[in-house]
């Protein structure tokens, strides 16, 4: 009642329309795997009827290349385990395939799990667009740099061949003055494109070895750095980190490089963690032969790292069944290291996690 002082408060607000109004997809599972209650967003999205998506388990609805990983991650959940940015394909009534975006939240007394997802095919369309075009970029680039290297190779020895034929020439034997001059310019010209091959080859040398912006580089600041950025996903996973930084904590490195090996290598151990345990990634610092070596762990999924071990690091390369997976990110931390003079090692063990050893150049 309002006494002319003070409004009153309504407290009673129906959280009804927040779930039917919504863009974004919210449902209600049983634990036996049926939709208890869909939003019409759900409906609109896969093209079903309420009635419809009640009466099938989920699973019917699902792409069929997804249905094994969506059990296996959706198993956690059954006994408590939140789950959040797990992406699957659904098929619509009329036969499109849509991407999904989920968070599940389970109540196990009751259990249900209450889930909401984002529809990303938007997103899933353009990152396909964006890899097919680095794939080709990244195809062409070694087409030319080696048909750089190919060329100069190829032209560099006839012209040494010409100038040893040059220097075994005996000049005094041509009396003709207008000769001898003509011989002294083509030796003089094959030396000046010898050279200029010869530098050429260099150039390409230095811009494959790309040693500019280089500085020392602390690689705690780069972890946190990443952590800060990652924070909601970390957090979501319930990931914890071992950090052992004694043997060195300073790389000279390029800085922008070093966040992106460590922003892949953080996001691949959350994304294949392992479904019945927390991530736990460790990172340590040792020297070993005069090299600063730094080893990245985690005790995730794993793969068979001796069967894939000509594979690990190619563009495209894929060894879970994770839809999310591009095959980019290790590709990306290869050539980082790589092209810097270092070198990068895996080993991994279906179940019980990767290791990944990176020596640094120098």
């Not at 061949?161 to 003709?176: E, K, P, R, V």
């Amino acid at each position: 009642m309002n006494n002319g002082n003070t409004l009153e408060v309504q407290t009673d607000y129906s959280l009804a329309p927040f779930f039917d109004l919504s863009h974004d997809l919210l449902c209600i599972a049983g634990f036996d795997g049926y939709f208890r209650r869909v939003n019409p967003a759900v409906c609109k999205v896969l093209g079903y009827t309420e009635k419809e998506l009640l009466s099938k388990p989920i699973s019917y609805f699902q792409h069929p290349d997804d249905k094994e990983i969506t059990q296996k991650t959706r198993e956690p959940i059954l006994y408590g385990k939140v789950l959040t940015n797990f992406e699957n394909r659904y098929i619509t009534k009329n036969g499109d395939v849509v991407w999904l975006s989920w968070t599940s939240i389970p109540v196990t007394d009751l259990e249900l799990i209450y889930a909401i997802a984002k529809n990303i095919t938007h997103k899933k369309k353009h990152e396909t667009e964006r890899n097919q075009l680095l794939s080709e970029l990244t195809k062409n680039n070694n087409r030319l740099k080696h048909l750089n290297y190919t060329t100069s190779h190829d032209l560099r020895a006839p012209v040494s061949n010409l100038i040893s034929i040059f220097s075994m020439m005996d000049d005094s034997q041509i009396t003709n003055e207008e000769t001898r001059q003509f011989i002294d310019l083509l030796k003089k010209s094959a030396e000046n494109l010898k050279q200029t091959l010869d530098n050429h080859v260099d150039g390409l040398k230095k811009q494959d070895s790309q040693f500019i912006d280089l500085a020392d580089v602390s690689i705690i600041d780069v972890i946190d750095s990443i952590r800060l950025t990652l924070d909601s996903l970390l957090k979501n996973s319930r990931t914890s980190f071992q950090i052992d930084l004694s043997a060195f904590e300073f790389v000279h490195f390029k800085p922008k490089y070093l966040e992106s090996i460590f922003l892949n290598l953080i996001t691949n151990s959350v994304k294949y963690a392992h479904p019945d345990r927390d991530p736990v990634i460790t990172i340590k610092t040792r020297i070993s032969e005069g090299k600063k070596k730094l080893t990245f762990s985690d005790n995730g999924m794993g793969f068979d790292s001796e069967k894939q071990k000509d594979n690990v690091f190619g563009l495209n390369q894929t060894f879970h069944e994770h839809r999310d997976s591009k095959g980019i990110g290790l590709y990306l931390v290869y050539n980082h290291i790589t092209n810097l003079g270092g070198r990068i090692t895996v080993d991994s063990i279906i179940d019980e996690g990767t290791t990944f050893e990176i020596t640094f150049p120098g």
